[in-house]
């Protein structure tokens, strides 16, 4: 029987890149993406454009009817991304809500599988530096942070549609980073601040990146390989930002960052950031939160994906080039 890739979020960073990986490998795929967003992601790219809402389940039926019989394959990647430090139901909505609608759509549809994509953040941090590995029960209360905490309610969720029949399975990314970023993510936007020379000065502390490219290949095999009710930590290295800072400096040739400011200093000043970015209508670099990531144990152990699905990682330095290389072909920094 033919199979049929669902990719919720599909304009999204991680989503698109999902998308033309599978469409590389010859996959039928179709991408649920919301009606009012423009991106121009997946432009050239043959896959099937579903406008929805995760949040408006009726706008969700049309994703999953199949004129013949077909495996469904749905890849949840849609999802809001934040380091905010105040609470935004539309986070809750789109992270919690959206995920409990797909759920009712697939166990609804009988699909043949779900891959949920949810976060290193919504496992619980472990002291003293410990490894972090993958767990069986999440509990909202165990996490610091909006964004967590949705994380782990939405993981819930799918873990008790295991319980149902649905044949579930997780994957917990770390940081994601690397090209194909269309929107403002995170790490892109200090990437490109930095390019642009808007970024003066660095913070202290660091975290556990992944290139996107390796996230879309290991979502995939999890698709194949993975087992019902269990999840896999999809991580890379440490890295911090002095070293992230450094080495685009060696790949781009743009000015060192030489300044770095402690992380209690820069607590100070986020609420400020946070205005500022939000009069930029860009998503702020430094909030309580994100500083507080910088400053937690991110020691994510990925064995059990490397064990089960084969997981693989590139080196960071070729994650950075690639990530100057297309941000300046797609001219989203200065040339000079």
Known sequence: MDELYIVTGGYGHLGNTVIKELVRRGKLVRALVL????????DGVAVEIVKGNVCDVLSLE?????????????????GIVTIATKFQQIVYDVNVTGTKNIIAQCLKHRVDKLVHVSSVHAIPEVADRGAIKEITQFNKDNVFGLYAKTKAEATQA?????????????????GIIGPYDYGHGHITQLIMDYLDG?????????????????VANGILSAAQKGRAGECYILSGGFHTVRELLGRLHEVSGKRKIKSFLPIWFVKLTAPLAEIYYKFLRQPPLFTKYSLYTLASNSNFLNKKAV???????????????????????NNRVKMK
């Open 35 to 42: 009606p009012t967003d423009k991106s121009s992601s997946l």
């Open 62 to 78: 049309p994703l999953f009817i199949t004129r013949k019989p077909r495996r469904l394959i749905v890849i949840h990647t849609a």
């Open 307 to 329: 064990n089960e699905l084969g997981f693989t990682t590139r080196d960071f330095e070729d994650t950075l080039k690639d990530t100057v290389k297309w941000l300046r072909e």
């Open 158 to 174: 799918v873990f008790d549609s295991v319980k149902d029949g649905l044949d579930a399975v997780v994957v917990n990314p770390s």
């Open 198 to 214: 808007r970024l003066t000065s660095g913070v202290d502390g660091g975290y556990n990146f992944i290139d996107v490219r390796d």
